[in-house]
């Protein structure tokens, strides 16, 4: 049986099974999945094999199963026989679990020898990928190896019955992992469940502290203290991009924000990931400046459920980093790295063998959409229809994440991150090294993004292998492809910031006709030079200012109401640049369309982080604006959607709630227009501009409305966190010529 069936309690299931149907034979975990021999009568056989995937374990994920009869040997008992590792490594590694029920209530109980025990954990619940050095999943194979069991420990993880048999994490108090709390010089402060008292009364004072979770450290301060927030922003050199918020209780997160079914299983679930929500009223201005939404997430570990009960209030729980670093994952390198930024350290002696940041969900049109895959999700595949030789995709250069096939399974790294600095630059190197090692896996096709300067576009084209390169919007709508399993023909529409494109130039407003043989680009938005190049990304004046010489060219300098946001000095700068198509590129971009008009609509200047003007024009949207702004088709091969009659329309427009609605729509037309002009029913949605609410929900309604089939992403992010899977697809696909 092959797919996540080991450390999920499959085998302890099973040999219950057996003997309760009376028959003999054994099982074993191995490199590629679980191996079971059954011997007894044909009907209790029958019983077995219906059973078994009727009532399998909750977190087991059973890909296929593959029997054959052979002879009877007389076995009456059933067994469980030690691991192999023999043959290729194929097993599923099941992501790092919150934990379960029967967890929680140990470590609640002052009779449990568990009671407040931060890393208690059993079959169904605890570490996994963070952990794992090898396959098969066993004990000797992971970061516990250092940890003897204990008399009591050894005993349930032996007994057939229990449920922490063979749960390889498996610890207590007298024999696993234990805190310490040290100030912000690294000096030992106090050890165990005093370690957390004073943990949490260094939050309670207004503290920063560094505390080493699951996958990483993560900074932790009160959410309700708005001076501490601000201070950990100014350290942190994160001036609004928002903070996640971790709360004790589900019923917490819904006392103040809206909470629908969905979203609210989402924060129960086993994957705990941070979910997006809207406030029910804008109480955090520190925590999410300007921003109508939150970033709501429960306890993911048994730490962090002790921790939030002591406190008894709402936390800042962020990543473990300066910006534009991954996480850290060792104490010593936090004390390091987090120096100046903590107030003291939380650390515990259990080694994280690989980073993992919190996942981030989206619950768009009714369904979880993964805007960060990362714990709880990864490193679960996405399997394809076909199986195929081994390729490892590197991935873009922005929200990275690597993937590789084996067999039919894509294994799509956990987060990494962007690639700008040396230490997100070794991480990557780390993680392209980690998951064919893991998996003993040779590729034989290294797949990459085309542009040429990319840092995972260098490395790819260093490592052994035939190498394909992969158009970057392509590759988002293969990533699409491959996750809905779509076959040709239909209309993928690929809409974000940058990418390089196949004649030279930034594209980003991409539809791509996907026919039987061969994918063209069927459309794009109209292009525009962006003055300053990477400047206007952090200025969407800039993108603005690209837009309207695109409509008014040198008369645009003669009319200074529409450069009141430029002094005469950049003036006369950006007009050089613009006249002379200097270090101005061409874009077709919606991502920095969307700049340009939040910067028309006087919204926001220069930006503090990514997609910061995009978010405030969804922000602003009149609900009670309901048309749609002017645009022409420009005919071609490819057509041509020029925004210039939506341009003029705003430049006569002041109330920005109207631009942002008018805009919106204006988008959504566009999509459905060319859907029209495509003649196919299905139309794929990838790129950072569908996590925008707003934009993808009318979207798909009013392509549905016109008929048509439309499909986003939910297993892996519309963002460049989807990028490589759909550089593995194409890189075995027939359809990787694009024209």
Sequence with gaps: MRGAVQGVGFRPFVYRLACELELGGWILNSAQGVVIEIEGAAESADNFNRRLFAGAPAHARI?????????????????????????????????????????????????????????????????????????????????????????????????????????????????????????????LRARGDEALRLCVKAIRDGKIIALKGVGGFQLIVDAGNRSSVLELRERKRRVEKPFAVMFATLENIQSRCEVCECEAQLLSSAEAPIVLLRQ?????????????????????????????????????????????????????????????????????????????????????????????????????????????????????????AIALSVERNVFVSQHIGDLATPQAHEAFLRSVGDLPRLYEAHPEVIAHDLHPDYLSTRHARQLPGRKVGVQHHWAHVASCMAEHALEPPLLGVAWDGTGYGTDGTIWGGEFFLVEEERCRRFAHLRTFRLPGGEAAVKEPRRSALGLLHGIFGEELWERGELLRDFTSAECKTLRGMLRGKVNSPLTSSAGRLFDGVAALAGLRMRSTFEGQAAMELEFAID???????????????????????????????????????????????????????????????????????????????RLRAEGFEPFWQQQVPPNDGGIALGQVYLAISELRELS
């Design 623 to 701: 609900p009670l604006t309901t048309d749609a702004y002017p645009f022409e088709i420009r005919e071609g091969s490819p057509l041509v959607l020029d925004w210039e009659p939506a341009l003029r329309a705003i430049l006569e427009e002041e109330n920005a709630g109207k631009i942002a609605a008018r805009f919106h729509h204006m988008l959504v037309e566009m999509v459905v227009t060319l859907a029209q002009r495509a003649g196919q029913k299905q139309v794929a949605l990838s790129g950072g501009c569908f996590q925008n609410l707003y934009l993808t929900e009318r979207a798909i309604d």
């Design 280 to 400: 029910a009223t804008n109480q955090w201005d520190a925590v999410a400046p300007g921003n109508p939404n939150i970033g709501a997430m429960l306890p993911s570990s048994p730490l962090h459920h002790l921790l939030l009960r002591e406190l008894d209030f709402p936390v800042v729980a962020t990543s473990g980093n300066q910006s534009d670093e991954p996480i850290c994952i060792e104490e010593r390198e936090a004390l390091v790295r987090l120096r100046g930024l903590a107030d003291g350290f939380l650390v515990h002696d259990r080694p994280i063998v690989r980073h993992i940041d919190d996942s981030i969900v989206r619950v768009i049109h009714g369904t979880r959409t993964i805007l960060r895959r990362a714990r709880g999700y990864a490193p679960l595949p996405i399997v394809l229809d076909r199986e195929a030789p081994s390729v490892l995709a590197t991935g873009a250069h922005l929200k990275n």
């Design 63 to 187: 890909q296929s199963c593959e029997s054959v009869q052979l002879e009877p040997l007389g076995n009456l008992d059933f067994e469980i026989k030690e691991s192999t590792d023999g043959g290729d490594k194929t097993a599923l590694i099941l992501p790092d679990l919150a934990p379960c029920s029967d967890c929680l209530r140990e470590i609640s109980d002052p009779r449990d020898r568990r009671f407040r025990y931060p890393f208690t954990n059993c079959t169904n619940c605890g570490p996994r990928f963070s952990i794992i050095a090898a396959l098969p999943y066993d004990r000797a194979n992971t970061s516990m190896r250092k940890f003897e069991m204990c008399a009591d420990c050894a005993r349930e993880y032996r007994d057939l019955v229990d449920r922490r048999f063979h749960a390889e994490p498996t610890a207590c108090p007298r024999c696993g992992p234990q805190l310490a709390f040290w100030n912000s010089l690294g000096q």
